[in-house]
T-cell receptor, first 110, second 112 residues
């Protein structure tokens, strides 16, 4: 079973920051938070991951709360091409598989 | 460097027919996975492999078999296709490192 809870859908205006929440209240100390996205009918794409510190790369930022029970993926300047389903996943780094939940469908509005 | 390549991209089968889906990766990844995705649903793990010659069951393994005879290839077989196996199938591979999984573009299978 997926270990995360995400809202089924969200809207964001183009050019604004998109903040996607994820609850993972049962996360263990050695489990990482990963984010993927799936643009219509394509294979999922890795975005970012983190353990307890905030992370940033060229695509997004990941903010993890101090108690690690929730996190937020931030797309700083959303574009229409960011319209996709975003999956939040927790797993142990050395675990050999990931289980996807239903994700959040993000709509970027022009 | 092609990444993860899936063949075929589309296929229509009749109930009871068999077929094999091929996944090939050129990144020297140890781990490979097969997922299926039904309309409006998330991805469900069918089978996976942690190295050449190994396979393991995922969430929904029934009706499928897999083989990993070569490190770069992971085959998914349907011995007797059923309409319930109509789905989009995604293959993925990983080094199990910080950069996560690399997915293929999918195979759309219809069983009539």
């Amino acid at each position: 079973d997926a270990k995360t809870t995400q809202p089924p859908s969200m809207d964001c205006a183009e050019g604004r920051a998109a903040n996607l929440p994820c609850n993972h209240s049962t996360i263990s100390g050695n489990e990482y938070v990963y984010w993927y996205r799936q643009i219509h009918s394509q294979g999922p794409q890795y975005i970012i991951h983190g353990l307890k510190n905030n992370e940033t790369n060229e695509m997004a930022s990941l903010i993890i709360t101090e108690d690690r029970k929730s996190s937020t993926l931030i797309l700083p300047h959303a574009t229409l091409r960011d319209t996709a389903v975003y999956y939040c996943i927790v797993r142990v780094q050395e675990d050999d598989k990931i289980i996807f939940g239903k994700g959040t469908r993000l709509h970027i509005l022009p | 460097n092609a990444g993860v390549t899936q063949t075929p991209k589309f296929r229509v089968l009749k109930t009871g027919q068999s077929m094999t889906l091929l996944c090939a990766q050129d990144m020297n990844h140890e781990y490979m996975y097969w997922y299926r995705q039904d309309p409006g649903m998330g991805l469900r793990l069918i089978h996976y492999s942690v190295g050449e010659g190994t396979t393991a069951k995922g969430e929904v393994p029934d009706g499928y078999n897999v083989s990993r005879l070569k490190k770069q290839n992971f085959l998914l077989g349907l011995e007797s296709a059923a309409p319930s196996q109509t789905s989009v199938y995604f293959c993925a591979s990983s080094l199990l490192d910080r950069y996560g999984y690399t997915f293929g573009s999918g195979t759309r299978l219809t069983v009539v």
